[in-house]
């Protein structure tokens, strides 16, 4: 069969397949016991690599911590991403899907149910509130991507505004998810589809 879509550089998509793998373990790792009773070694094993092949990626556990994190945010943009291309001309409906999307795969997350339930060691819940930068910064980036080269087809800056206020927004719900009676990806829905909505009316206008 041929082969479709841009060629990945073998050492590319062998690092992709190391990150997976260890992240996948730890996450294994995370539903059986405290991240605090995880050692660099139990993933290492789980994951099947080396301990030196783990530092060499993730630098600590800390590193390794935050790039859990990052594939977390990483999710919220794919079920955005992939609800955009999903309701074209309809921006209510893609944040509604894509957000929903992603609260459901978040909350059978071990790391987001450690959160919930008061768990959580405080290395972990700094990852995602007070020490949040570089997480806010690698969703934002990748989101006003989808937003400047889609059917939205906003500005950088307008795209770059979107996506940090729908990054920020869904991440804050994570440790702190909304009370009983609030459907959360419809009413975020409303606050965000309107400036969507107005990006395209101006273009009518033109």
Do not use: C
Request: aromatic share 6%; charged share 25%; proline share 5%.
């Amino acid at each position: 069969m041929p082969r479709t879509g841009p060629r990945v550089p073998y050492q590319e998509a062998a690092r992709l397949l190391l990150r997976t793998s260890v992240l996948d373990g730890m996450r294994e790792l995370l539903v059986e016991r405290d991240w605090a009773k995880i050692t660099l070694g139990d993933v290492a094993t789980r994951a099947g690599v080396s301990r030196q092949t783990l530092y060499n990626e993730f630098g600590s556990r800390a590193g390794l911590a935050q790039a859990y994190a990052l594939r977390l945010a990483d999710d919220l943009v794919d079920h955005v991403h992939t609800a955009i291309d999903g309701n074209v001309g309809d921006a209510r409906a893609a944040f509604r899907e894509g957000l929903a999307g992603f609260f459901l795969d978040a909350a059978t997350d071990p790391l987001v149910q450690s959160l919930l339930s008061g768990e959580a060691k405080l290395d972990l819940l700094r990852l995602i509130t007070l020490d949040a930068g570089p997480l806010l910064a690698h969703a934002t980036d990748r989101l006003a991507g989808a937003f400047e080269n889609s059917w939205v087809d906003a500005t950088r800056a307008e795209s770059e505004i979107l996506a940090q206020a729908l990054v920020r927004i869904a991440l804050s719900y994570i440790p702190t998810p909304p009370g009983p009676g609030h459907n959360a990806p419809a009413e975020l829905s409303e606050l965000l589809a309107p400036y969507v909505e107005a990006i395209l009316s101006a273009k009518d206008r033109r």
